[in-house]
């Protein structure tokens, strides 16, 4: 009964490390999506996968890398942070591209 | 101008009031989606509808396509049911994968 889980939860980070968010999802679902989330905005498309080997960019896909190598894992890379990637992280899934939307619990990321 | 519009921003109510949130949408959608998070919480989705009217418990969504507006309705409203309430509308498919365009949130307190 899991759905979509995230890790970590939480994380500070110093400006220039790099981490990777894991998204899993036991529902066999092809789509998987990353956003983030800060104040005021709504959430916004990161990157995307239709499918396991797929990968595409949204609307804000600078500084962050992706990868699908098996279908029920979407993972978000961020290779050197920077403050502007303070947020709220959120993973989706869907399993077509017209069905509902299963998100995950959240990774608060805080880069110092 | 966002292509999905909330209204209102913050609504404060006391418990036991009907409650109403509006969403407009300048975008063509196949579908539009509510979905309910709590604080520091996770994402839940609510309802998805293309026509008509959804109800689940003492929620309730209607659509109206050609007016381009949505509206999600709370009856009997609960301390419990204060949170953020997200619509986000299914517009174009890119690449295999339909666009979810998200409205800013309303958030919603409820008082006993």
């Known amino acids: 009964n899991a759905g979509v889980t995230q890790t970590p939860k939480f994380r500070v980070l110093k400006t220039g490390q790099s981490m990777t968010l894991l998204c899993a999802q036991d529902?066999?679902?092809?789509?998987m999506y990353w956003y983030r989330q800060d104040p005021g905005m709504g959430l916004r498309l990161i990157h995307y996968s239709v499918g396991e080997g797929t990968t595409a960019k949204g609307e804000v896909p600078d500084g962050y890398n992706v990868s699908r190598l098996k279908k029920q894992n979407f993972l978000l890379g961020l290779e050197s942070a920077a403050p502007s990637q303070t947020s709220v992280y959120f993973c989706?899934?869907?399993?077509?591209?017209?069905?509902?939307?299963?998100f995950g619990q959240g990774t608060r990321l805080t880069v110092v | 101008k966002n292509e999905v519009e909330q209204s209102p921003q913050n609504l404060t109510a006391q418990e036991g009031e009907f409650i109403t949130i509006n969403c407009s949408y300048s975008?063509?959608?196949?579908?539009l989606h509510w979905l309910q998070q709590h604080p520091g919480g996770g994402i839940v989705s609510l309802f998805m509808?293309?026509?008509g009217k959804k109800k689940h418990g003492r929620l309730i969504a209607t659509i109206n396509i050609q007016e381009k507006h949505s509206s999600l309705h709370i009856t009997a409203s609960h301390p419990r049911d204060s949170a953020v309430y997200i619509c986000a509308g299914g517009g174009k498919t890119i690449q295999g994968a339909q666009k979810l365009v998200f409205g800013q949130g309303t958030r919603l307190t409820i008082n006993p």
């Open positions: 529902m066999n679902h092809e789509y």
């Open positions: 509808l293309s026509s």
């Open positions: 989706a899934s869907r399993d077509t591209a017209y069905t509902e939307a299963f």
């Open positions: 975008v063509g959608i196949s579908a």
